[in-house]
Nanobody, 113 residues
Framework: VQLVESGGGLVQAGGSLRLSCAAS????????MGWYRQAPGKQRELVAA???????NYADSVKGRFTISRDKAKNTLFLQMNSLKPDDTAVYYC????????WGQGTLVTVSS
């Protein structure tokens, strides 16, 4: 199982970024996937999740600003992040809900005020 995130970077408040997670080694289309984040000194938290059937849920702090989606043909998970705030600064991780949890290496998102 391999999850490789990309798309992080430095952006000003109000800006947008799109994170990608390339997945391999499992049946991507069937499994629930999610994005988590961990800010300095804080615990890792769920940002958004999507089931194999396409149902989604979001943390209250990102509702209306972030959108999770998946391209089953390309085995890729996305997180579109709009109206970014300095509080969104964190390392963002891709997660696959498998028999054994699978995590990517993380991608850093920094939002400047």
């Amino acid at each position: 199982v391999q999850l490789v995130e990309s798309g992080g970077g430095l952006v000003q408040a109000g800006g947008s970024l799109r994170l990608s997670c390339a997945a391999s080694g499992f049946i991507f289309r069937l499994n629930s996937m999610g994005w988590y984040r961990q800010a300095p000194g804080k615990q890792r938290e769920l940002v958004a999740a999507i089931t194999g059937g396409g149902s989604t849920n979001y943390a209250d702090s990102v509702k209306g600003r972030f959108t999770i989606s998946r391209d089953k043909a390309k085995n890729t998970l996305f997180l579109q992040m709009n109206s970014l705030k300095p509080d969104d600064t964190a390392v963002y991780y891709c997660h696959a809900d498998l028999a054994v949890d699978a995590w990517g290496q993380g991608t850093l998102v920094t939002v400047s005020s």
